[in-house]
């Protein structure tokens, strides 16, 4: 149920609709759904550790890895960064989106978010990335610099 209201793009709020309900009934009238709050809370924290842990499985086998790294602001004004590991012919991996309002987006905190990703989704050591690519404003410049000394095996490019 949680990941036909993910997927289909359906607000929570429908779980307590009671034509959603009556609809329910009509096809399985023992059947007692959640309630939004249980859906939004308990279901799709969930859903979202199964999806991490599948996320987790899909990256152990992958040798040739690229970071990706981006910040942008979004409509609500937040300073939001996300990474990406993706693989020639594999599908990309969300490692982490982070939100950054009210911390200064300085080379420094966004070398810590990387880290935390990467130690996340169990690829801490960094072994198997070998290269990061950022657009080019000052910080991403100096957040290569230093990701790069971190880990000197690594191929920088924006």
Known sequence: LTRFFVHANLPFLAADNLFFHSFLNAIRPSYVPPSRYVLSHNLLDTEAVRVQQEEIDR??????????????????????????????????????????????GNADNL??????????????????????????????????????????WILVSS
Not at 67 to 73: H, I
Not at 89 to 96: A, D, Q
Not at 128 to 152: E, H, S
Request: net charge positive; hydrophobic share 40%.
């Open 59 to 104: 990256l152990k086998g992958r040798k040739n890895l690229t970071l990706l790294l981006d910040g942008w602001e979004d409509l609500l004004k937040r300073s939001l960064y996300g990474s990406v590991a993706v693989e020639v012919n594999k599908h990309p991996i969300v490692l982490s989106l982070e939100d950054m309002t009210g911390n200064r």
């Open 111 to 152: 070398v810590s978010i990387t880290q935390k990703a990467m130690s996340k989704m169990e690829i801490g050591d960094g072994k198997n990335v070998i290269a990061i690519t950022t657009d080019n404003p000052t910080v991403m410049q100096a957040y290569r610099r230093k990701l790069q000394a971190l880990f000197p």
